[in-house]
């Protein structure tokens, strides 16, 4: 698959299949991440890979009680270092290199902003010390939704300065 082909086919899935990642395409997954770039290649982040079902379960009140949380087959938790220059921005490429390989093998991810830190903190035993930026669900897609209107390019994009047509 191409990357533009990734990058079209992927959508943000709320419906899994209950099936389980191997081992394999869960270290595949995670080394797409490691890959991605950082600033200064200090990579100043982390991750919680969740795939205990029962652990599953108690993040979801701590992730505005989406049901699809205790559904996919891996939840991940990004940790950053606080104060670390770009670390948010870090840990964000590194989970988009893992949703666009998660595509590549079949899988669905969806980004996860609202959500309790502090409640998963608690389940997670992860610091007081550390920032929890964004959270993203994996899996086995049972549903796959329709793609999304996005808006043109000349209401995105400027060129040389602000308002120059691209």
Request: charge should be positive.
């Amino acid at each position: 698959m191409h990357v533009m082909d990734a990058v079209r086919a992927r959508r943000s899935v709320r419906k899994y299949e209950s099936k389980q990642l191997p081992d394999g395409v869960l270290s595949d997954l995670l080394e797409a991440a490691r890959l991605a770039p950082s600033s200064n290649n200090k990579q100043r982040w982390s991750m919680v890979v969740v795939t205990d079902e029962t652990v599953k379960r108690k993040l979801v009140p701590a992730s505005g009680n989406q049901k699809f949380v205790g559904e996919c087959s891996a939840y991940i938790v990004a940790v950053c270092d606080p104060g670390a220059s770009y670390s948010a921005v870090d840990i964000a490429i590194a989970l988009d290199h893992l949703s666009l390989r998660a595509v590549e093998l079949g899988l669905g991810t969806c980004w996860i902003g609202f959500f309790e830190p502090d409640k998963i903190r608690q389940v997670l035993g992860i610091p007081a010390d550390r920032d929890i930026p964004i959270c993203m669900t994996v899996g086995y897609p049972s549903a796959v939704p329709a793609a999304r209107n996005r808006k043109t390019p000349s209401e995105l994009f400027h060129r040389d300065r602000w308002g120059g047509p691209v």
